[in-house]
């Protein structure tokens, strides 16, 4: 079995997967779950994900092994992974929305912030640690 990623090596691939983790995020918000960075680095690599639906759908059930937790939040997340990846495995590159963005400059620009900005909140608690070690490094001496 083979599944592959797919990282911003082509735009029109960066605005399809961009697009696809529309869906997970949408599940989350109206099951009111909490999106922190690992939900948003998750929904990312389920949406550039590549090959055929089962080993996609056994990758997703191994990183929701990754991220266990014994609580049915964990449980009902883990669905909503699995289901994101039918998903996307079933909506083709270059449909309707895709397209039209596509044959948009505005709105290619528009995902390309959407994309910058969706990397603040994956990156903050990554740069909150390198300041407490920075502030504690300079306050030893």
């Not at 609580?71 to 270059?94: D, E, L, N, Q």
């Not at 948009?104 to 390309?112: G, K």
């Not at 909140?121 to 640690?129: E, N, V, Y």
Request: charged residues 15%; glycine residues 2%.
């Amino acid at each position: 079995m083979l599944a592959n990623f797919r990282f911003f090596d082509k735009e029109l691939w960066s605005f399809y997967a961009t697009l696809n983790v529309i869906i997970p995020l949408v599940l989350f918000k109206v099951l009111n779950f909490e999106i922190n960075s690992q939900a948003m680095i998750f929904m990312s690599l389920l949406a550039m994900m590549q090959g055929d639906l089962l080993p996609k759908i056994l990758f997703t059930g191994f990183l929701n092994f990754l991220v266990f937790e014994p609580t049915w939040g964990w449980v009902y997340r883990s669905c909503i992974y699995v289901f994101s990846i039918i998903a996307f495995h079933y909506i083709p590159m270059g449909h309707p929305i895709h397209k039209f963005i596509m044959d948009n400059a505005i709105m290619r620009y528009v995902l390309i912030a959407v994309i910058i900005i969706w990397m603040f909140p994956i990156m903050k608690p990554s740069l909150i640690w390198a300041k407490k070690e920075i502030e504690n490094l300079f306050q030893k001496k």
